[in-house]
């Protein structure tokens, strides 16, 4: 599809100013023009994180400050169908998946080099939430140093996260037992990990599961970095994805992305090996159509949720 055929405006979800869901607007807005190294995606779906309510109620503005009105949504599968100055890579028709500015909408732009091709037998919806899951677990076990032979501790493995952390590291021959709820304890057994139910009691049952010990532990759901800490003897090999507030208090570390070299390229490789194999297992929490966003990041703030949530316009 040439620029000029292409729709003048189309719908977008907009944010006018921070606060609960309700503030989740869908607006009619120009279909932007890529510029050069980038393209123009018409949406499949959009991947929904944690991330992204969180910075709408403003509780990263401190650390992801964002130009209201804003347009959420970091993630995003869809067809190229238009491409800037300098872009060689990729042509209309081409589909593609990855890392996007404002993927709640019907047309977003993408960095040209940091989109992968989608596979054919890979639904839009699993490809849409598939970066940025690939790309944290990916970058967790590298800031962990988690090697084969070892031992992890997720907590929150049932998460789209979690459950990635898991397949990359039983696929790395590391040995992963995974805190749950009761519900999700087959899902993590058909991933390879050994489960252990959350709560009250969780480290003792931790230490039953994995009577030689744990060396490195990853919190994707919260709250358990203090009793980490301690099963390991010492912060050096523990990382939160959720509370800065509570690594800081831990002496734990914290990651949200932006350390070292991009992660994408490796994450997005290791899991499409995974997908080819045929074992990669991308679970879909929930489908909301574009209209409803709110209910998306409702359900989204809910959290202990299996799989990933998605929109799609």
Excluded: C
Excluded at 90 to 106: N, T
């Amino acid at each position: 599809m040439s620029s000029s055929s292409l729709p003048a405006t189309g719908r977008a979800v907009t944010v006018p100013s921070y606060g609960g869901a309700e503030e989740l607007r869908l607006t009619e807005v120009p279909v932007p023009s890529p510029g050069p190294g980038q393209v123009l995606l018409r949406v499949h779906a959009a991947g929904v994180n944690p991330v992204d309510w969180k910075i709408r109620a403003g509780l990263l503005k401190e650390f992801i400050p964002v130009a209201l009105p804003y347009t959420p949504g970091g993630e995003a599968a869809g067809e190229v169908v238009a491409v800037g100055e300098g872009v060689s890579a990729w042509a209309a028709g081409d589909e593609v998946f990855g890392p996007v500015a404002g993927g709640y909408a019907d047309h977003t732009l993408a960095e040209a080099d940091r989109l992968a091709t989608k596979p054919a037998d890979l639904s839009w919806e699993a490809a849409a939430g598939l970066y940025s899951s690939a790309e944290t677990a990916n970058r967790v076990l590298d800031l962990l140093k988690v090697t084969e032979g070892e031992t992890l501790l997720v907590h929150g493995a049932a998460g789209s996260v979690g459950g990635l952390v898991v397949q990359f590291a039983v696929a790395s021959g590391i040995r992963v037992v995974g805190t749950a709820s009761e519900a999700n304890h087959e899902y993590l057994r058909a991933l390879g990990a050994v489960p252990v139910a959350y709560g009250e009691g969780v480290f003792e049952r931790v230490r039953q599961a994995a009577p030689e010990g744990v060396d490195a532990v990853l919190d994707a759901a919260g709250g358990s970095l203090a009793g980490s800490v301690e099963l390991l003897g010492g912060p050096e090999r523990v990382i939160g994805i959720v509370s800065v507030p509570e690594t800081i208090e831990t002496g734990t570390r914290f990651t949200g992305g932006g350390e070292g070299e991009n992660h994408g390229a490796q994450a997005v490789a290791r899991a499409l090996a995974l997908h080819s194999a045929g074992t990669l297992d991308l679970p879909i929490r929930a489908v909301f159509p574009l209209t409803d966003a709110a209910g998306a990041h409702r359900l989204s703030e809910e959290g202990h949720g299996r799989g990933k949530i998605v929109l799609v316009p």
